[in-house]
């Protein structure tokens, strides 16, 4: 079955800087679009960053600019890059290949105080 593995979050300042990292396995990677999405507390789940197959990328409009989404298919894992974090990026991120079945994973936990 599909294994989506997050990690590298953290407690960070405002301001500062996180990788995240999504190891899959169970698919063959390098076929699939990615995407990076995060939930708050009593908050919907949300897209935040896709890539294809092709490295297109897209973002929310709140994290453009802030955020790169990658991808290592020799590794099969994808990356987000968070730079100039602030307090509202605080949530449980998750990744997800498109079209893809199958539960959430555990998440990664970002934090991000003031």
């Known amino acids: 079955q599909v294994q989506l593995v997050e990690s590298g979050g953290g407690l960070v300042q405002a301001g500062g800087s996180l990788r995240l990292s999504c190891a899959a396995s169970?698919?063959?990677?390098?076929?699939?679009?990615m995407g990076w999405y995060r939930q708050a507390p009593g908050k919907q789940r949300e897209l935040v960053a896709t890539i294809t197959a092709g490295r297109t990328t897209n973002y929310a409009d709140s994290v453009k600019g802030r955020f790169t989404i990658s991808r290592d298919n020799a590794k099969n894992t994808v990356y987000l890059q968070m730079n100039s974090l602030k307090p509202e990026d605080t949530a449980v991120y998750y990744c997800?290949?498109?079209?893809?079945?199958?539960?959430w994973g555990r998440g990664t936990q970002v934090t991000v105080s003031s």
């Open positions: 169970g698919l063959i990677f390098s076929t699939y679009s």
């Open positions: 997800k290949a498109a079209l893809v079945g199958g539960s």
